[in-house]
Nanobody, 122 residues
Framework: QVQLVESGGGLVQAGGSLRLSCAAS????????MGWFRQAPGKEREFVAA????????TYADSVKGRFTISRDNAKNTGYLQMNSLKPEDTAVYYC???????????????WGQGTQVTVSS
């Protein structure tokens, strides 16, 4: 059974940083891409960042480019999202996802975590 468990969310002031983690089990982590998505209250889920199986290719939403960094440690079966210079508009539930490609399209992912709340105060 594949499981993805996010952690690291919380409350932070604008301009601060958080690092989210996504611990994977039940599949060979290194053979799947990974993505991060977020959903704010009353809004559609949106793409944040994605990383290829090897970690050699990354993709970011324009809204987070230059502030967020996606990475992975295949030896630890864990993915990360380093978030710097956080803004109130980054407030959302953040989800990690696992799928064959590691691209921006949510329908390409077949397993999702339960989400972790990130709240950025102004």
């Amino acid at each position: 059974q594949v499981q993805l468990v996010e952690s690291g969310g919380g409350l932070v002031q604008a301009g601060g940083s958080l690092r989210l983690s996504c611990a994977a089990s039940g599949r060979t982590f290194s053979t799947y891409g990974m993505g991060w998505f977020r959903q704010a209250p009353g809004k559609e889920r949106e793409f944040v960042a994605a990383i290829s199986r090897s970690g050699g290719s990354t993709t970011y939403a324009d809204s987070v480019k230059g502030r967020f960094t996606i990475s992975r440690d295949n030896a630890k079966n864990t993915g990360y999202l380093q978030m710097n210079s956080l803004k109130p508009e980054d407030t959302a539930v953040y989800y990690c996802a696992s799928g064959p490609l590691g691209v921006a399209y949510s329908h390409s992912y077949d397993y999702w975590g339960q989400g972790t709340q990130v709240t950025v105060s102004s």
